[in-house]
Protein backbone atom coordinates (compact mmCIF):
# COMPACT_ATOMS: atom_id res chain seq x y z
CA UNK A 1 0.00 0.00 0.00
CA UNK A 2 1.28 3.36 -0.74
CA UNK A 3 0.77 6.65 1.43
CA UNK A 4 -1.68 7.99 -1.14
CA UNK A 5 -3.25 4.70 -1.04
CA UNK A 6 -3.65 5.05 2.83
CA UNK A 7 -4.77 8.98 2.35
CA UNK A 8 -7.49 7.79 0.78
CA UNK A 9 -8.30 4.72 2.78
CA UNK A 10 -8.25 6.67 5.63
CA UNK A 11 -10.43 9.66 4.33
CA UNK A 12 -13.23 7.03 3.26
CA UNK A 13 -13.13 5.82 6.73
CA UNK A 14 -13.71 9.45 8.02
CA UNK A 15 -15.45 12.51 7.43
CA UNK A 16 -12.14 14.14 6.66
CA UNK A 17 -11.32 14.91 3.10
CA UNK A 18 -8.17 13.73 1.79
CA UNK A 19 -5.97 16.59 2.06
CA UNK A 20 -6.61 17.09 5.64
CA UNK A 21 -5.80 13.33 5.77
CA UNK A 22 -1.61 14.05 4.21
CA UNK A 23 -1.63 16.69 6.25
CA UNK A 24 -2.24 14.93 9.55
CA UNK A 25 -0.24 11.80 7.76
CA UNK A 26 2.54 13.82 7.07
CA UNK A 27 2.97 15.53 10.62
CA UNK A 28 2.50 12.38 12.33
CA UNK A 29 5.26 10.81 10.51
CA UNK A 30 7.47 13.92 10.97
CA UNK A 31 6.70 13.69 14.51
CA UNK A 32 7.56 10.12 14.84
CA UNK A 33 10.85 10.49 12.56
CA UNK A 34 12.02 13.35 15.22
CA UNK A 35 11.21 11.74 18.13
CA UNK A 36 13.42 8.71 17.24
CA UNK A 37 16.13 10.80 16.13
CA UNK A 38 16.10 12.48 19.40
CA UNK A 39 16.62 8.75 21.00
CA UNK A 40 12.77 8.53 22.17
CA UNK A 41 11.04 6.01 22.25
CA UNK A 42 7.12 5.66 21.06
CA UNK A 43 4.94 2.75 21.93
CA UNK A 44 1.11 2.19 20.53
CA UNK A 45 -0.41 -0.17 22.95
CA UNK A 46 -1.62 -3.15 20.62
CA UNK A 47 0.37 -1.79 17.38
CA UNK A 48 3.70 -1.78 18.30
CA UNK A 49 6.98 0.34 19.19
CA UNK A 50 9.25 1.92 17.23
CA UNK A 51 12.66 2.59 19.23
CA UNK A 52 16.07 3.46 17.51
CA UNK A 53 18.84 1.39 18.80
CA UNK A 54 22.49 0.84 18.23
CA UNK A 55 24.04 -1.93 15.60
CA UNK A 56 27.52 -2.74 16.61
CA UNK A 57 30.55 -2.99 14.34
CA UNK A 58 30.91 -5.74 12.80
CA UNK A 59 33.12 -7.82 9.50
CA UNK A 60 31.38 -8.29 6.24
CA UNK A 61 32.71 -9.47 3.45
CA UNK A 62 32.36 -7.70 -0.10
CA UNK A 63 30.52 -10.65 -2.45
CA UNK A 64 32.54 -10.03 -5.59
CA UNK A 65 35.56 -10.45 -4.04
CA UNK A 66 35.16 -12.28 -1.49
CA UNK A 67 37.54 -9.12 0.82
CA UNK A 68 36.77 -8.86 4.50
CA UNK A 69 35.49 -4.85 5.12
CA UNK A 70 34.49 -3.18 8.32
CA UNK A 71 31.12 -2.21 9.05
CA UNK A 72 30.96 0.43 11.41
CA UNK A 73 28.30 0.91 14.14
CA UNK A 74 25.14 2.73 14.00
CA UNK A 75 21.99 3.37 15.36
CA UNK A 76 18.77 2.55 13.22
CA UNK A 77 15.27 2.25 13.78
CA UNK A 78 13.76 -0.49 14.84
CA UNK A 79 9.63 -1.50 15.22
CA UNK A 80 8.21 -4.49 16.94
CA UNK A 81 4.80 -5.76 16.34
CA UNK A 82 2.32 -5.44 19.39
CA UNK A 83 0.22 -8.56 20.70
CA UNK A 84 -2.78 -7.51 18.94
CA UNK A 85 -1.29 -6.38 15.46
CA UNK A 86 0.68 -10.14 15.27
CA UNK A 87 -2.49 -11.83 15.91
CA UNK A 88 -4.02 -10.16 13.09
CA UNK A 89 -1.07 -10.73 10.99
CA UNK A 90 -1.46 -14.68 11.57
CA UNK A 91 -5.32 -14.75 11.72
CA UNK A 92 -5.22 -13.54 7.42
CA UNK A 93 -6.09 -16.02 4.80
CA UNK A 94 -3.55 -16.75 2.72
Known sequence: MTKDELV?????????PKTQVNKMLKATLGEISKA???????????????????????????????????????????FKAGKNLREMVRRRKR
Open 8 to 16: AKVAGATTM
Open 36 to 78: LATGEKISFVGFGTFDAVERKARVGRNPKTGEELKIPATIVPK
